[in-house]
């Protein structure tokens, strides 16, 4: 990186930290370092929504997801949009009704302080590792760029968000979001006119997705029913429904959001406004991704794109081998040019002529698949404690190699500006919980500056947990899919005990409360011993723990003979 990335870099980072703590300071009461004194607007609303799901995780891994494997993963949220209109008409209404400050506070109204609790020990639990995530996920592009230490990017990284969201919660969160999303926006859609600029000539837009489209990058719609895939419509239709409904309905890091509202009407308006935008957002990071790999037809790349992975076989008696399966890399992606610029202008040609060109393309890129996995296997045998999975390295390598000085810092600004937004909201959503649920409920009455005060130490609390989280976390199969199972692992069971709390009302406090805990256990019996998808745990915990607790209340009738005080 030139001086001219480091400023853009650091300019970018430090005007919203300073903006955030300047424009949010002087919070007095809870209302407004907590509901950010509910004067949000629909847009507001909307793009903090979208800036808290979209983390670095977005950036990093879905662009690397659809080089590997396409651009299924969209299907992913297909469930969205439906969840957005139910939470519009039933959630956003009762928790505006009952004017509470965590989506916690209504389950004791309606059931009672134990179910209150468990839950929100649930999220926090959940939400907790999911915030150490998404600052590991910016360190690794820092390690890769410095080869500074991830432990120590961690902690720079998590103070800098941390600073500004003690400062102004909620608040601090919502008006600095809208620059962090700006910055994203802007930085993608360079990435993407960049990326179609640097193919050949004679390589359009068009010609670009053809290429895409014969390699099976393309394929978006699977509508089989296989348990195998992980992605399909199905699974994303319902298991995405479900996983959405429960994020977006029940975890507080995005309820907060939108009870930052200025209105019902205006909470509901953003979050249509988020169904409306988010489906295509992920389809154009997916996209991007996709152009990287068809960039890549026409340029060579390295059999692992972690660096600190090449580095360590490179540094072993396995050189030589590595040495010469890049060479057969080379010589596979010079045959994959080649072959794809005759594809590309197969109009010249016969259908036979074309099919035969495709039939060589897929036959190419097996042969690089093969060369990527014996890679692998090399790079297994050199260390085994190196990182192989190289797919959140993918678009980081793209910036650090092709794009002019200067933008190469805007776009790690998109990533780390991401990774704020999304651990902001985080942090602000735990200290809330924690604030409210635990030790406002539980102690005696205190003025509203202690409150201030707690949640303040509260936030700085879950930063440090949170980093801590990251210093231990670890690439699992891909960042993006590891934030999304820990979440599917407990919303499901979540989601079920407010829906049974919306609409099921002879189901008393001591069934739920009993249904929880069995359900949590089965669930994460199912992940740890079983091969069901993870989406699917969205669903399966949703339904258990309904089942569950109606069962109990029907048959055992004696478990609510103690009288509830709450209801």
């Known amino acids: 990186m030139l001086p001219i990335d480091w400023i853009i870099l650091a300019g970018t980072l430090i005007f919203i930290v300073v903006y955030g703590v300047w424009k949010t300071r002087g919070s007095k009461n809870v209302q407004d370092y907590i509901r950010g004194g509910n004067e949000a607007r629909w847009w507001t609303v909307g793009l903090s929504v979208m800036a808290t799901q979209a983390s670095a995780i977005t950036f990093l891994s879905t662009p690397g997801q659809a080089f590997h494997d396409g651009m299924g993963f969209v299907q992913f949220y297909f469930g969205l949009p439906i969840a957005m209109i139910i939470i519009c008409m039933v959630f956003i209404p009762i928790y505006y009704r009952l004017e509470v400050y965590t989506a916690y506070e209504y389950l004791e109204s309606r059931f009672d302080l134990k179910t209150r609790t468990l ?81 050949p000539e004679e390589i359009s837009f068009t010609k670009a997705l053809e290429i895409a489209g014969a390699s099976g990058k393309l394929d978006i719609i699977d509508f089989s029913f296989n348990l195998d895939n992980r992605y399909t419509f199905w699974s994303g239709l319902i298991g ?142 050199a260390n085994s404690t190196v990182e192989t999975n190289d797919k959140d390295y993918v678009f980081i390598h793209f910036i650090l190699n092709n794009l002019p000085r200067g933008l190469i810092g805007l776009l790690l600004a998109v990533i780390l500006s991401a990774a704020m937004s999304s651990t902001a909201s985080e942090l602000n959503a735990l200290a809330s919980t924690t604030m409210i649920d635990l030790y406002k409920r539980n102690t005696g009455e205190k003025t509203q500056e202690h409150y201030v005060r707690m949640s303040k130490w509260f936030t700085l609390a879950w930063g440090l947990i949170a980093i801590a989280v990251a210093s231990i976390a670890d690439l699992f199969d891909n960042l993006i899919q590891l934030v999304n199972i820990i979440g599917s692992i407990f919303y499901g069971n979540v989601l079920g005990i407010f829906l049974l709390a919306f609409f099921i009302k002879y189901v008393k406090s001591n069934a739920v409360f009993i249904a929880a805990l069995i359900t949590q256990s089965i669930i994460l019996a199912i992940y740890f011993l079983t091969e069901l998808p993870y989406l699917w745990l969205n669903l399966v915990g949703c339904l258990l723990v309904i089942g569950i607790a109606v069962l109990l209340q029907t048959f055992i009738p004696t478990i609510t003979s103690k009288p509830e005080t709450n209801e």
């Open 119 to 199: 839950t929100a020990f649930l999220f926090l639990i959940q939400r907790g590792l999911a915030a150490g995530i998404t600052i590991f996920a910016p360190a690794i592009i820092l390690s890769a760029v410095l080869g500074w230490d991830l432990t120590t990017l961690n902690i720079i990284i998590g103070v800098l968000v941390t600073i500004y969201t003690v400062s102004g919660g909620t608040k601090a969160v919502n008006v600095t979001q809208k620059q962090q999303m700006a910055v994203i926006f802007s930085g993608m859609i360079i990435a993407l006119i960049l990326i179609i600029q640097y193919l």
């Open 240 to 381: 995405g429904t479900f996983l959405a409904l429960s994020y977006f309905g029940t975890d507080q890091s995005q309820v907060q959001r939108y009870l930052s509202g200025k209105s019902v009407r205006q909470s509901q308006l953003g979050l249509i406004f988020n169904g409306l935008l988010k489906v295509p957002m992920q389809f154009f990071i997916l996209l991007v991704g996709v152009m990287v790999f068809v960039f890549y037809q026409f340029n060579h790349s390295p059999l692992n794109f972690n660096p600190a992975a090449t580095n360590a076989v490179s540094q072993s008696a396995l050189a030589p081998e590595y040495e010469q399966l890049q060479r057969n890399l080379d010589r596979i992606q010079d045959q994959k040019q080649e072959m794809s610029i005759k594809y590309a202008n197969a109009g010249n040609f016969s259908d036979g002529d074309r099919d035969s060109f495709k039939a060589e393309m897929l036959q190419l890129n097996e042969a690089e698949i093969l060369a990527r996995r014996q890679a692998t296997e090399l790079i297994a045998s």
